[in-house]
């Protein structure tokens, strides 16, 4: 028990180093392109014309029906036989969104397709533009239906995280892999980054329930 947890102690700074310089920028910066890319892709599905909605279709059932491991493969290892050579960590942030984008895309568009039609038809009484139908009536709502999801497709994003080691990018995970290899004691290093996670995770949600509370009452203020 000493040694495990003079090892555990020890190897702290390390893993929560990865943690700050690599695993939380990582997941900031692939959902934030993440979310540009579910919400144009929604708006594609329902307004676009069939050419555009069949090509957004085709990216939502790739990405959804591949794993995550094998895209970040195709990225990072394939890309380069075409030309396309990207770092590691911009292959991993292109990828993450990609993958995280299409089934926020999804979110998106079942909150927009679960506004009664008696919404709009009431924006256009009123003589709203699409545009003021869009931002005044659509997006509040919409918003607060589809926030459960993303936060959700958040938190399984950071988790995505854990894979990018196998495209040599040095996260969390793959800092505690180092340390396990080099100590020989696998299960106090992958139960200590089990742990970073799931602290990362728990305030993720604890943070995702405020937001809805916070969301909740200000489109009933509206």
Do not use: C
């Amino acid at each position: 028990m000493g040694r495990a947890l003079e090892l555990w102690t020890s190897s702290l700074p390390r893993l929560l180093e990865a943690t700050i310089a690599v695993t939380i920028p990582l997941s900031l910066a692939a959902f934030a392109l993440a979310l540009v890319i579910a919400a144009a892709v929604a708006l594609v599905r329902l307004y676009a014309p069939t050419p555009l909605r069949a090509l957004a279709w085709a990216y939502v059932w790739v990405f959804r029906g591949t794993p995550l491991v094998v895209q970040l493969f195709i990225v990072f290892f394939g890309l380069p036989n075409v030309g396309i050579v990207l770092p590691a960590f911009a292959a991993a942030v292109v990828t993450l969104a990609l993958n995280t984008g299409a089934y926020a895309s999804e979110a998106i568009r079942a909150a927009i397709l679960s506004i009664p039609r008696g919404q709009f038809e009431a924006a256009q009484t009123l003589n709203l533009s699409r545009r003021d139908t869009f931002w005044r009536v659509v997006a509040p709502q919409g918003l607060r239906i589809a926030l459960p999801p993303l936060a959700n497709d958040f938190i399984d994003l950071v988790k995505g995280t854990s894979l990018v080691f196998a495209i040599t990018l040095v996260d969390v995970f793959q800092v505690g892999r180092q340390i396990a290899a080099a100590t020989f004691e696998p299960l106090v290093l992958y139960v200590e980054v089990a742990a970073i996670y799931l602290v990362i995770v728990s305030l993720l949600s604890l943070a995702q329930s405020q937001l809805e509370k916070r969301v909740s009452r200000h489109v009933r203020s509206s």
